[in-house]
């Protein structure tokens, strides 16, 4: 069986996501958009280092997992902070800052 | 079982990282033991030690030429020359985040999570003192800025870029007044610079497919003989590219500069304009000068096009500004520009002129934000250029230093801004990139006419009722100041030994 396939779908997961940030309007629903890209990463490292035969994609995705969850915490701190306050997580409602 | 072979770790080499590492982790201890009241005081003293201390263990290291733990981490002329700059560069805009005596409590809110405008955060907003997790912070994004300029292979790239971007959204939330505009800053700065580090880690899984293996040298042979298809290399350059060139702030990945610099807390946005921007390039000028020199041909003419646009871009719309943070974010994103054109240049000389234009601009835009700072009201900043006419007749000293920075962005002979561009673009002649310069010189003109516009502003203009004063600045801004001035003038009028240094400095090891 070969691992092409698992590219495809990494590289049509990483689309979606891609497509996702543009398009979507909550900032917490971009957040997994984003995350949405890091795990499609991941998964072509791993078909990679299936198809290299060697073990680095693997232990690559191990360090993105990490840096994904602490990603998550200073993204949830900053979104958490703003939401308290204006009461909306929409990134159209983020608007004070412009030309 | 086989015994297991470790890499062989060079410690000393990798000394001035560990310090600032340690600190970091030292500072967020202090956080928790120490009383509130001496917090700043300590703090403020172990993070200026701690960068310091790294500086000396740099300029300890200057004859190394390694490549140590297991191939993640090169330390070689570029990079020690590009990690003292940091450290120099850092140690300024920390004596600028550590400033107190201008606001009472300092630049920071004290507890970011309350709500904004509850009670809570109104008696907060009155007199307590700032917060001091900055500190840590800052030192934390400083060892990462001084990692990615060191590390050797992508895996390492990209956790170096995680390292020091986390800490600056951060910081950029962290203002004491008007905070939606900072916590609205913080956001955009977050979620562009994930999507950018997102892209940044496809391409490096693209680059393993191509290359069978993540360090540059591996990248660099496999690009001199392609065993994969040419569309993984091409498609993980470009995607690695769009990741560093987000963080560079090059046209059309701009687009956040003007936003977060001008929401970010001043201190901040001076540490995002000179270090950040040394930290990205130096990882692109390895990226491009070790890894991927082999297809020059081929990206050249892309970088070559994504700089006229974002020296055109830069140009063209800080004229239209009217807010002075937003138009030196402009001013930085065009100079950006010029730094790509010396990085394009692909030859010694490029290398080297790139570097020292990024110590000159840094110091240069240090003494800019920290002179914004001092310009006051009873709402705090007061950034809108029209309220800076006349500001001339009012406070000489300042509107002095700030012309003469001015003036150096626009590159008048005698100040760092006319050497910079004078070797970028000497540089670029010689790598052949003459249409580059053609539309660096063409838009330094342009450049030129938003800076002499404040300029009059500052000086021809009649102070009316409204003109803000001018803060007497502490030890620490001073001494910014100061330090920021003087580099903008002794690197105009003796560049030699610094162009030296460069030279001596200009050459990867692979």
Sequence with gaps: MTPDYYLVLAAILFTIGAAGVLVRRNAIVLFMCIELMLNAANLALVTFSRINGSLDGQIISFFVMVVAAAEVVVGLAIIMSIFRTRRSASVDDANLLKY | ?510
């Design chain 2, 1 to 510: 079982m086989e015994d297991l072979k470790l890499p062989g770790i060079d410690y000393g080499a990798l000394l001035p990282m560990l310090i600032l590492f340690g600190a970091a982790c030292v500072g967020i201890l202090v956080e928790v033991f120490t009383p509130r009241r001496s917090r700043n005081v300590i703090q403020l003293s172990l993070a200026l030690l701690a960068v310091v201390a790294s500086f000396v263990a740099v300029i300890f290291q200057h004859d190394t030429r390694t490549i140590t733990i297991g191939g993640a981490v090169a330390i070689d002329g570029p990079t020690l020359f590009l990690q003292g700059s940091l450290l120099a560069l850092g140690l300024v805009s920390l004596l600028l985040i550590g400033e107190r005596q201008i606001e009472r409590g300092g630049p920071f809110v004290s507890q970011a999570a309350i709500t904004v405008g509850s009670q809570k955060d109104l008696r907060q907003a009155g007199d307590q003192p700032g917060a001091t997790e900055v500190y840590p912070l800052t030192v934390f994004s400083l060892g990462g800025m001084l990692l990615f300029v060191a590390a050797n292979d992508l895996l390492t790239m990209f956790i170096a870029l995680e390292v020091l971007s986390l800490p600056l959204y951060l910081m950029c939330a962290l203002a004491r007044r008007r905070r939606l505009l900072s916590q609205e800053a913080a956001l955009k700065y977050f979620l562009l610079g994930s999507y950018a580090s997102a892209f940044f880690l496809f391409g490096v899984a693209l680059i393993y497919g191509f290359a069978g293996g993540i360090a540059l040298s591996q990248v660099h042979e496999a690009v001199a003989n392609p065993e994969r298809s040419q569309v993984l290399l091409y498609g993980g350059l470009a995607l690695i590219a769009i990741g560093l060139l987000f963080k560079a702030a090059l046209a059309p990945f701009h687009v956040w500069t003007p936003d977060v610099y001008q929401g970010a807390p001043t201190p901040v946005t001076a540490l995002m304009a000179a270090c950040t921007k040394v930290a990205a390039f130096g990882a692109l000028l390895r990226i491009l000068y070790v890894a991927f020199d082999g297809v020059r041909w081929d990206f050249q003419p892309v970088l070559g096009t994504i700089a006229v646009l974002t020296m055109l871009v830069g140009a063209v719309l800080a004229i239209t500004q009217t807010d002075m943070k937003r138009l030196l974010a402009y001013s930085s994103i065009a100079n950006a520009g010029y730094v790509l054109v010396g990085v394009l240049a692909l030859n010694e000389e490029g290398l080297s002129s790139t570097m020292f234009y990024l110590v000159a601009y840094g110091f240069s835009v240090l003494a800019a934000f920290g002179i914004v700072t001092l310009v006051r009201d009873a709402d705090g900043e007061a950034t809108h250029l029209a309220r800076w006419a006349g500001l001339g007749r009012k406070s000489p000293l300042v509107a002095g230093a700030f012309t003469f920075i001015l003036l150096a962005f626009a590159g008048i002979p005698l100040t760092s801004g006319f050497t910079a561009k004078f070797a970028v673009f000497g540089a670029a002649v010689e790598g052949g990139q003459t249409w580059l310069v053609v539309f660096g010189v063409i838009t330094s003109m342009l450049l030129a006419f938003p800076y002499l516009r404040v300029v009059v502003l500052l000086w021809l203009s009649e102070p009316s009722e409204t003109t803000p004063t001018v803060s007497i600045p502490g030890f620490l801004t001073s001494a910014a100041l100061v330090i920021g001035v003087v580099a903008t003038i002794a690197l105009g009028v003796v560049p030699a030994p610094l162009i030296d240094l460069t030279r001596d400095a200009a050459q990867f090891v692979r």
